[in-house]
RNA sequence: GGGGACGUAGUUCAGUUGGUUAGAACGCAUGCCUGUCACGCAUGAGGUCGCGGGUUCGAAUCCCGUCGUCCCCGCCA
């Protein structure tokens, strides 16, 4: 590593590695890139120029230039070079038809070396098997990737589309703070101590619901953002410590008027990679969702659906189970073996649904467990109600016994878990198929069986729906919210809600919450006070831009669309963050490290 | 917080029942080669078997602990 290094000099690029043609051929020109690969023929060296545009093959002949050649001899894959030759045309059978640059080459006149690179520790190539460690851990290196560029420009090119149909929708782009208060309730904060407020704390925001609220109660009337959201909890495939969310909000809202907004701008999203998106999307209540698919966010790519059904009470006496009962015909899966059966048996028990049976439609008759219970015409005609098949399979799923507020919830949920395994297992979610849906019509409330009270289930500042309001004090339980998510293949890739503008409303819902007059004034009292002063209705949603852009780039984890992001455990393995700091540090800033 | 998978050369992996000198491919180095494009041929270098401890005459292999990566549950208003 200790080659003589050419300068650039005045020297001006003339064209990128992957833009010569035959049209070029005869011109002088300059290319500038990195080594992909050489290849040393002896006295004849073939080097592959690579940019961010593709790669062209430079000829080395001594015949040519001995200069060149000699040059040549010293570069390794990743030495930055420039090279000023002349374009010509490859000669019949030299044309390699697999590179876009193919039919041309560069006959190297000067080669300048413009730096050198050290061996790199994984080959930088599309298709990598090199493990996400070391791919992290060098991430420059990954991220010179083919793969990885196109997907951080798709990304580029995207955030130009958020930005134009939002401007040309009267939308305002306005910044807000990283640097704010924690809020309790919803997830752990990151957390940013005070040097000139010893003992007192910044959160980093978990998104900025408030301020753009605020901003609506300013009078902006339409705001927008890509911004970056902090969230201290545990990460998965498609969550990461720190991600972007597109947030929306608008004063005056109409939902509809907001849905075809959002859908307007996932259509041109969407353009960006050659899908075509069907509008308007598909709309269903979350009772609805949870009932036929047992999800808050349902996988429409297959047919599979539960009902809710009752038995005769005798009947259901006789069988031990909770009514309503959940079945499901799944067509042509009758010949199911008894080792496939079981093991749904043991997955469903897994996820709380403890009673579990089937019925295998065959010819004219139904084969089941519960046949000398029900007797087979009973079957039958429970078969035939849910339009089955001979061939097909009705799956039974139940409680023993009905305990606790949310047992129905955990059998939906149990159910829905079971549809995307049978479906996975019979290969039955169609590929390609791009299904978006709004859920909507939440429940306002959840029930949390360990603290023994009702939360918010979108968030506090959710509006429940008019004609529920009485409800508040009476049966909280029964209400639902203005609030929507809009879901694409099973992931929820945004969700909204009108929200609360009277602060007498708002008061009720903190009540509804349990949190005293006291609390609320504690924890929002800025913002309470706000909506005293004139707040329009208003309404938004946010957008998971990091899911969005992955699944338009066909990948299944976010971390291919993020430039630099973190590991499972909230680690940057290139720059090693989080590190430890100066004990003067800590001292400015009044902290002192508990010893373990 | 819990469960599962993985950790051996620069990279991706193999490594039998615990056995003597830990292998392969790619990459890398050196030499030869004027039409290659996964160039070819020859030679060669390269190992803290993640780390620490234990069992054993003997550990990459068995046991305990620990660290790291990935996936899932909890968590994520």
């Known amino acids: 590593m200790n080659l003589k290094l050419d300068l650039l000099g005045d020297r001006q690029r003339t064209h990128y590695c992957g833009e010569l043609r035959k049209a070029q051929a005869g011109q002088t020109v300059f290319l500038a890139g990195w080594v992909d690969v050489r290849r040393d023929l002896g006295n004849l060296i073939f080097l592959d120029l690579r940019d961010h545009t593709g790669k062209t093959q430079i000829v080395c002949n001594p015949a040519r230039s001995a200069e060149a050649h000699d040059r040549a001899e010293e570069v390794r894959p990743e030495y930055v070079v420039g090279v000023e030759g002349e374009v010509v045309v490859r000669a019949p059978g030299t044309v390699n038809p697999q590179l876009a640059t193919g039919e041309v080459e560069v006959m190297a006149r000067t080669l300048l070396v413009l730096n050198e690179a050290k061996t790199p520790p994984f080959p930088i190539e599309d298709e990598t098997k090199t493990s996400e460690e070391t791919r992290l851990r060098y991430r420059y290196l990954d991220l010179r990737r083919g793969r990885m560029q196109r997907n951080l420009r798709l990304r580029h090119r995207a955030n130009q589309v958020v930005r134009a149909h939002m401007a040309e ?206 007797g087979e015409p009973a079957l039958a005609a429970l078969a035939a109600s849910l339009e089955a098949q001979p061939g097909d399979l009705v799956l039974l799923l139940g409680l023993k016994s009905a305990g606790g507020r949310n047992a129905f919830r955990t059998l939906d949920e149990a159910s829905g878990e079971l549809r995307l395994d049978i479906a996975r297992k019979l290969d039955l979610l169609k590929p390609g198929a791009w299904n978006f849906l709004w859920v909507m019509d939440f429940p306002m409330f959840e029930y949390d069986e360990k603290e023994n009270r009702f939360g918010a289930m979108h968030h506090p500042f959710t509006s429940p729906r008019d004609e529920d309001m009485e409800k508040l004090e009476t049966d909280p339980g029964a209400m639902k919210a203005r609030a929507y998510d809009l879901v694409l293949n099973g992931s929820e890739i945004g969700g909204g809600s009108i929200r609360i503008h009277r602060q007498d409303i708002q008061r009720r819902v903190f009540k509804a919450l349990g949190l005293t007059e006291e609390k609320a004034r504690e924890r929002f009292g800025f913002f309470l006070e706000a909506l005293e002063y004139g707040t329009p209705p208003h309404g938004g949603i946010a957008l998971g831009y990091d899911r969005i852009i992955a699944l338009m780039a066909g990948e299944s984890n976010i971390r291919e669309v993020i430039a630099f992001p973190k590991t499972a455990s909230a680690a940057d393995l290139m720059c090693e963050a989080p590190a430890s700091v100066e004990p003067e540090q800590l001292d400015e800033l009044g902290l002192e490290l508990k010893s373990e």
Request: charged fraction near 30%.
């Open 169 to 374: 929708s009267g939308f305002q782009e306005i910044e807000t703070p990283f640097m704010t208060r924690s809020t309790p309730e919803g997830a752990r904060d990151f957390l940013v101590p005070s040097r000139l407020h010893p003992g007192h704390f910044y959160a980093l925001p978990q998104s900025p619901q408030l301020f753009k609220q605020i901003l609506m109660i300013s009078g902006f009337d339409r705001y927008f953002q890509i911004v970056r959201c902090f969230r201290d909890e545990d990460f998965r495939a498609d969550r990461q410590a720190e991600f972007t969310q597109i947030d929306i909000e608008m004063a005056f809202p109409q939902r509809d008027v907001l849905f075809e907004l959002i859908e307007r701008l996932i259509e041109k999203l969407f353009a960006l990679v050659d899908v075509k998106v069907g509008r308007p999307f598909r709309r269903m209540p979350y009772d609805e969702a949870m009932e036929r698919y047992g999800s808050d966010k349902p996988h429409l790519g297959t047919s599979l659906e539960w009902r809710r059904l009752h038995l005769e009470p005798a009947a259901s006496e006789k069988v031990r189970v909770a009514q309503p009962l959940k079945a499901m015909r799944v067509p042509g899966w009758g010949g199911a073996s008894r080792s496939q059966l079981d093991k749904l048996q043991e997955t469903a028990k897994s996820l709380g649904a403890d009673w579990f049976s089937y019925i295998k439609v065959t010819g004219s008759e139904a084969q089941s467990p519960l046949a000398k219970e029900l």
